[in-house]
C-alpha cells in the first residue's frame, strides 16, 4: 500500500506522518517533515495578507524579425533555457493561465576561494581532492551523504547546486553525483523535508536481555522546496514554491527536478495561500490541488487499501477463469 501524503501551502514549517509499508521489514512508518518545525499538529496556517505581484507576458513575436534583430542576454537566456526543461505541467482544462512568472528576489552571489563549479563533470567520478564539510549542506541518506555548497547566511537555508558531491555514509571519498535534470545557477532559499521508513527489527533469540526491538530510521529520499520569491521563512509573507521542488534520491545518488501537476485556476499569478501539495507512490508524483479538496488522512488510507484488495482479489480470481479481467473489477 502507497501512501499519500497531503501538505496544505504553510506559513511554517511543520512536520506530519503517516503509515505506509516497508520492504526491509514490519511496522514501518513513513515521514516527511520540514526542517525546523514549530509544531507537531498538522494545522492549517493562512497568512492575514499577501503580496500582490503582476504577471506579463511577451509582447514580441515568434516570426516578427529575423534574429539579429533581439539579443537576450544571459540571464534571459538561463530562465528560457529552465522553462524548455521544467514547464510545470498545468491543467488544460484550466482557463486563463499565464506562463511567465513575476521573478524572483535574487540572493547576492558570494565570491569564495574553494568554490569549484562542477557542473558538467562526467557523474560520479571520483575527485582528487578533499572539502571543507563547514562549506556545505550535508545531507545524510540512508545509501549515502549528499553535499551542496552552503553559501554564507543567517538562516542556513541557502543552496548552491553549482557545486554537489556524493559520498558513502561518513566517508570522504568524494565524487560528482548523478543530475538527472538542470540546476539553478543562482543561490535559492530551500526548506528541506525528508521521505523514508522507520525499520524495526526483533531481538535475537540468544540475547533476551536486549530491547524488545530495535528502530533505525531510513531516508530514501529529500526533498529540497523553494521558498517563493527566495522569502525569508520569518517573512511575515513567506511561502513555499510547490511548483519547484528538487529531489535527491538516495538509492540511485542523484539529484532531479520534480514534474509538478498544477491543478488549481490561476496558473502562476494565482493566490497561492490555497495550494495543497500531495505526493503519492513514495516520492515519485507530485501534485499540486485546492485546499478545499483536501481527504481526509483515514479516507485516503481506505482508498488505499480498497485498491489494493481489488488488486489481490482480481489476481486470485484470474486462476479460476479462462479471461484475463473481471467484469466487476
Not at 501524503?5 to 506559513?11: A, R, V, Y
Not at 547576492?108 to 576561494?113: K, L, N, P
Not at 488549481?264 to 495561500?273: M, Y
Amino acid at each position: 500500500m502507497s501512501a499519500s501524503l497531503l501538505f496544505p501551502l504553510p506559513t511554517k514549517l511543520f512536520s506530519t506522518s503517516s503509515t505506509a509499508p516497508c520492504s526491509r521489514s514490519t511496522p514501518t512508518l513513513f515521514t516527511l517533515s520540514f526542517s525546523n518545525p514549530i509544531s507537531n499538529n498538522p494545522i492549517f496556517l493562512k497568512p492575514s495578507k499577501r503580496l500582490e505581484f503582476k504577471v506579463f507576458a511577451d509582447d514580441g513575436d515568434a516570426d516578427g524579425g529575423s534574429p539579429d534583430d533581439y539579443e537576450m542576454d544571459e540571464d534571459e537566456v538561463e530562465e528560457s533555457d529552465n522553462k524548455k526543461d521544467f514547464d510545470v505541467d498545468y491543467d488544460t482544462l484550466l482557463g486563463g493561465v499565464s506562463t511567465r512568472g513575476g521573478g524572483d528576489d535574487d540572493i547576492a552571489m558570494v565570491h569564495s576561494s574553494s568554490f569549484v563549479f562542477t557542473q558538467g563533470w562526467d557523474s560520479e567520478k571520483i575527485v582528487d581532492y578533499r572539502i571543507n564539510e563547514e562549506e556545505f549542506h550535508k545531507i545524510c541518506l540512508f545509501d549515502c551523504d549528499f553535499f551542496i555548497r552552503k553559501p554564507p547566511d543567517p538562516d542556513n537555508d541557502v543552496y548552491d547546486f553549482r557545486e554537489m558531491y556524493v559520498t558513502p555514509p561518513d566517508t570522504d571519498i568524494y565524487a560528482i553525483p548523478r543530475v538527472l535534470a538542470r540546476m539553478p545557477q543562482k543561490y535559492i532559499r530551500c526548506a528541506m523535508s525528508d521521505y523514508g521508513c522507520y525499520n524495526v527489527t526483533e531481538p535475537p533469540i540468544d540475547a533476551p536481555r536486549d530491547p524488545m526491538y530495535k528502530s533505525e530510521r531510513e531516508v530514501m529520499k529529500v526533498f529540497l522546496t523553494k521558498h517563493y520569491r527566495n522569502r525569508r521563512a520569518g517573512d511575515p509573507e513567506f511561502a513555499l514554491d510547490f511548483e519547484e521542488i528538487y529531489v535527491i534520491d538516495s538509492k540511485t545518488k542523484s539529484i532531479t527536478r520534480a514534474k509538478v501537476v498544477v491543478t488549481v485556476p490561476g496558473g502562476r499569478s494565482r493566490d497561492r495561500k490555497n495550494d495543497l501539495l500531495v505526493i503519492r507512490d513514495n516520492g515519485n508524483s507530485f501534485k499540486i490541488i485546492p485546499s478545499e479538496e483536501r481527504d481526509d488522512f483515514t479516507t485516503v488510507i481506505e482508498k488505499e487499501e480498497w485498491k489494493k484488495t481489488r488488486q489481490d482479489m482480481e489476481r486470485h480470481l484470474s486462476k479460476l477463469r479462462d479471461f484475463s479481467v473481471s467484469n466487476w473489477f
